[in-house]
């Protein structure tokens, strides 16, 4: 096992009728400024909760945080934080909006020139707003992490921050709210949940039994909620269920000393940028290409898992092993209704590849575990794709 | 699965050559008490270490915190925090070490009469001298909760109290320092392990798939790995997956959403309060004893576990695969050397039936996830051990 530090201060507050629990985690004396997205929330009903636990509390609100969130939007609401004195914020959507909100957080107390630096050069947070969630999207773990990943429309790039300002103060889940998704993001979610916890299960082998355990339990788990969710999007079981894969795939717990490997996002994050495609469909792309091309570099866990998971025979050969977890793993994805290849999407593989690989050069980065996915292997893995 | 709500402010710092941190983890304007047990930590080589990291500190120490702590003991310790005006407390040793500095936090701050009140009436902790530790046995997880259990010689009491104000502020795991640990010791934290896990997990089924995957989970590691340790002391890895078993234990991560049961615990306190026998020890006795007892409420669970930690036939009847489950759970802690009746330890059935069920009456207390183990239920329990 590696050497590790964990720290997380989010209060967690999980289940039914858990909206109305905002009035009092809430101080009154805060000026709240309620982020959020598209405008689902008037619909189903979870804005009108929101607003009836803070019918005493000050409230403005800023709406519109798009999927993929962008800075150019992000900084009109931090010109409004400013101006406002707000001294509270609370996102409410999915995990856009929330990592909007964390942009939105720490860039109203930047103390830098130009906040997009605190995604493309890293730059030091060293303040935040104070902010929490109502999350409505069982995705992207935001709400018991303390990273965000932000769009910049100008350039067509997408960063992803890490600050433990950012943690959210509490994040509330009411999985009853999840019940009018679109089935796209319910899909989306699933995937994206199934992804994470890969690139932090699909490594090499450190000797971490019970991380394996638990990551695998995971994955095992999601396969068979996910079904139901999709057959019955009113079953709360299965949808608190699902919930709790995604909140668990992304706050860490599982994987803590193991090594991690964040290759697939980091590819996904330019298909998106690039091309606007969904952040779950571009993981469901990437996934299987990245381990087809390191086969060698997670085998171990590869074939561990076509065994725990799959139910392969234990005495095949590892290689073998590795092949089955590979295809069964595209064979989910493509079972959630989820495409697979770049084709299907209308994008051109040879230009993706040629125009991806040479953003990594510039940036003068290598990806994985083992940084051993420079620009010609990211090449390589597209031209799969 | 159940509403729940969790946050937990430790910070966890795991790893080899880990307590030198300690230097940049406490201010150096605080006044800390080292905390410690029996001596231990002079033999091998932690307390050095500590010290050697604290060098520029001011630490005063306070030692001979026993197995079991008692109240006597440690009200010694607080008159010396309040006298010597002591703002930071160092726990170094293991869970017994670590709950009686709890207690001492938490008594020094005590605003009532007796600070007895806190364990015996459950009376209410509103500050606490801030604490952290060096955690040196894998047993109890209080290095992650807000719990200890302390006990008074006076009366022959042992209760447990909880408290956010006493999380640690960090809580330190190196793995080497287990190296020495006497082989009781070792089987000790194994075992209470185990009974944590279970008590969170055998219990009625509220349909948590992945809190279940976790807690088997850990159970199938610990097995494997408590062989390794037991084989070769100086095992890394093995010592460690054995202390990340442990803290994950009883952090509750596994089971929020779940049923809890803690009778076993309940019962097992009552035993070493009356009869001095290790906490371990009295775990392994009364744990597949109340299973029996309460086969019916638990039947979901103990056969669930039959298939997934010992291989049994899912085609088996429930009624037999809990029974099976029962059984190599016992098998279990005899491999280990830890005998499992109350004879084993010269203790009379009889009486202990009857002093300890009569003491839950008259503290009008019935026990177990359904209330349903009441002073009759224990004695019948107790009969059986």
């Known amino acids: 096992m590696n050497n590790f530090e964990y720290k997380a201060p989010t209060k967690l507050i999980f289940g039914k009728n858990t909206i109305e629990k905002l009035k009092d985690e809430i101080p009154k004396n805060k000026k709240i400024l309620l982020t959020y997205g598209g405008g689902s929330i008037r619909k189903n009903g979870v804005y ?6 803070l019918k005493d509390h000050t409230v403005m609100e800023f709406g519109g945080i798009e ?7 992000l900084m009109q609401a931090v010109e409004i934080v400013k101006r406002e004195n707000i001294d509270f914020l609370l996102a409410v959507g999915g995990g856009s909006t929330l990592d909007g909100t964390k942009f939105i957080a720490a860039a109203a107390k930047f103390e830098g020139e130009d906040p997009w630096d605190i995604l493309s050069k890293g730059a030091q947070i060293k303040d935040a707003i104070p902010l929490a969630d109502v999350i409505t999207l069982p995705a992207t773990g935001s709400e018991m992490n303390p990273g965000a990943v932000i769009s910049k429309l100008e350039t067509n790039e997408k960063f992803a921050f890490h600050s433990p300002f950012v943690y959210p103060v509490f994040s509330i889940i009411d999985p009853e709210t999840t019940y009018s998704l679109p089935e796209k993001q319910t899909v989306n979610g699933i995937v994206d949940t199934f992804v994470h916890t890969m690139e932090q299960y699909a490594t090499y082998d450190v000797n971490t039994p019970l991380q394996d355990e638990w990551m695998l339990g995971l ?18 079981d299965a ?3 699902v919930f709790w894969c995604a909140t668990c795939g992304l706050n860490y717990w599982m994987s803590l000393g193991c090594a991690q490997d964040w290759s697939t996002h980091m590819i996904g994050h330019e298909l998106t940028a690039l091309y ?4 779950g469909e571009s993981l469901a792309i990437v996934l299987t290409r990245v381990w087809k091309n390191r086969k060698c570099d997670k085998m171990e866990k590869l074939a561990k898992m076509a065994i725990e998971v799959f139910g392969a025979n234990e005495f095949l050969p590892k290689n073998i092993l590795a092949d089955i977890t590979i295809k069964k793993t595209k064979k ?10 770049l084709a299907d999407y209308g994008i051109d593989k040879q230009e993706a590849a040629k125009k991806i690989s040479q953003r990594f050069k510039e940036r003068n980065i290598s990806l994985g575990e083992k940084g051993n996915i420079g620009p010609d292997e990211v090449h390589e893995i597209l031209m799969h794709c």
Chains 1, 2 share one sequence.
């Open 48 to 53: 009108k909760k929101v607003m009836d636990a």
């Open 67 to 73: 999927p993929n969130p962008k800075y150019e939007t």
């Open 219 to 236: 994955i095992k788990t999601l396969m068979v909620e996910a079904k139901k969710v999709l057959k019955n999007p009113n079953d709360y």
């Open 239 to 241: 949808r608190a269920n």
């Open 276 to 279: 606007g495609i969904d952040h």
């Open 332 to 341: 989910f994805f493509e079972s959630l209704g989820r495409r697979t290849k």
